[in-house]
């Protein structure tokens, strides 16, 4: 069974730094791009960041470039997401997610290019 499992989430001021964790398991995903994506209460679930396979590209949304950090490391299957600078319009349950396609780019942006999601993490950043 295919799990990915988020960590990392929490409660910050503006200002502060969180780093997210997505482990998966069940199957390798270290041929796979992965992503995260968020979803604030009220709004739909955006776009925040992923990765190619080969950790070689990175793409971000604009609001997060230069403050969100998107890294994987293949040999723990593990992707991770460094948030610094954090604001309070970053509140959001935030979703890792797999591409089970290997060595396929496609969309990174669309959710729908995304067959695996995590449970979640909470981040939420106080003013």
């Known amino acids: 069974q295919v799990q990915l499992v988020e960590s990392g989430g929490g409660l910050v001021q503006a200002g502060g730094s969180l780093r997210l964790s997505c482990a998966a398991s069940?199957?390798?995903?270290?041929?796979?791009?992965m992503g995260w994506f968020r979803q604030a209460p009220g709004k739909e679930r955006e776009f925040v960041a992923a990765?190619?396979?080969?950790?070689?590209?990175?793409y971000y949304v604009d609001s997060v470039k230069g403050r969100f950090t998107i890294s994987r490391d293949n040999a723990k299957n593990t992707v991770y997401l460094q948030m610094n600078s954090l604001k309070p319009e970053d509140t959001a349950v935030y979703y890792c997610?797999?591409?089970?396609?290997?060595?396929?780019?496609?969309?990174?942006?669309?959710?729908?290019?995304?067959?695996?999601w995590g449970q979640g993490t909470q981040v939420t950043v106080s003013s």
């Open positions: 997610a797999a591409d089970p396609r290997a060595y396929y780019s496609g969309s990174y942006y669309h959710p729908k290019e995304y067959a695996y």
């Open positions: 069940g199957r390798t995903f270290s041929n796979s791009k």
């Open positions: 990765i190619s396979w080969s950790g070689g590209s990175t």
